[in-house]
């Protein structure tokens, strides 16, 4: 074999290999999925490596708000996201007429916990006392059956998710509500009385909903984080490998031992 033979075999090998590498890149599926930070944002990076192995590559963009990672969804920029319960989607279609999130996984379960500095026993909140809680129409509802379980209020329906203070019907200590950004309660929790903050950002903010908590959801709640498709890619053989990565036996034990109670596997 002459040496330019043997030259343009190897130059072959090479452009083969090459070509080969170009059609894997091509081959791989691209998901990109908004989340806030902890938890959500965690348990997907926990399965990135096991979707690259299936051909997925997961780009994870991180909120630290409720509204633009649905809001990025609706209009396509983001093929879907993590963050939200259904009674919160529920809200956000009724004010976002075309909305075409489709949720299609339950997830896990964030147990909505109160907190104090001040005191340490529910039977210590004082008459008067200032409640800081969600301001989104979901979480203030949820934050309202919580303080309504706990014989802090008494609602017209204790079973209505979407109540308001219009819904408070006895208010014994004559408590004092203010609504805020979900994000910037753990900021205000020294300003405050007693705060009703969502677990994920209790969790940024360091503090342990099982352990700090004065009082906390049981499991009984309606409250399962989604993963929510596009009504146009809710069916793709990308979101059924996302789906069942994130509803797999592995990423329930990873749930379970990091975050020891404070989230909840829903599957």
Do not use: C, W
Not at 69 to 95: I, M, R
Not at 153 to 159: F, Q
Not at 182 to 201: G, H, K, M
């Amino acid at each position: 074999m002459t040496a330019f033979l043997k030259k343009q075999i190897q130059r072959l090998a090479v452009l083969s290999a090459g070509s080969v590498l170009m059609a894997s890149a091509v081959a791989a599926e691209t998901l990109t999925i908004a989340a806030t930070p902890v938890p959500h944002a965690e348990i997907l990076e926990f399965v990135k490596s096991q979707l690259a192995k299936e051909g997925i590559e997961l780009k994870v963009k991180v909120f630290t708000d409720y509204v633009q990672p649905a809001v990025q969804v609706n209009e396509k920029h983001l093929d879907g996201n993590f963050f939200l319960h259904q009674p919160y989607l529920n809200e956000f279609k009724k004010s976002h007429k075309n909305d075409i999130e489709v949720p299609v996984a339950k997830v896990h379960v964030e147990p909505f916990a109160a907190y104090s500095v001040k005191y340490k026993k529910t039977a210590d909140i004082p008459a008067g006392a200032t409640i800081a809680i969600p301001n989104d129409p979901s979480n203030s509802g949820r934050a309202l059956l919580l303080l309504a379980k706990q014989g802090l209020l008494k609602l017209k329906d204790p079973t209505n998710i979407s109540a308001t203070r219009k819904d408070i019907i006895e208010n014994p200590k004559n408590l004092k509500f203010k609504e805020l950004e979900a994000a910037t309660l753990p900021r205000v929790l020294n300003q405050v009385d007693v705060a009703l903050i969502n677990t994920n950002y209790a969790i940024e903010a360091k503090l342990n909903p099982v352990k700090d908590s004065l009082f906390i959801e049981d499991a009984n709640s309606p409250y399962a984080n989604l993963l929510v498709a596009r009504e146009d890619n809710k069916n793709s053989p990308a979101f059924k490998k996302l789906i069942s990565a994130l509803n797999s036996p592995e990423v329930k034990r990873f749930i379970e031992e990091k975050y020891k109670g404070a989230v909840v596997p829903a599957f």
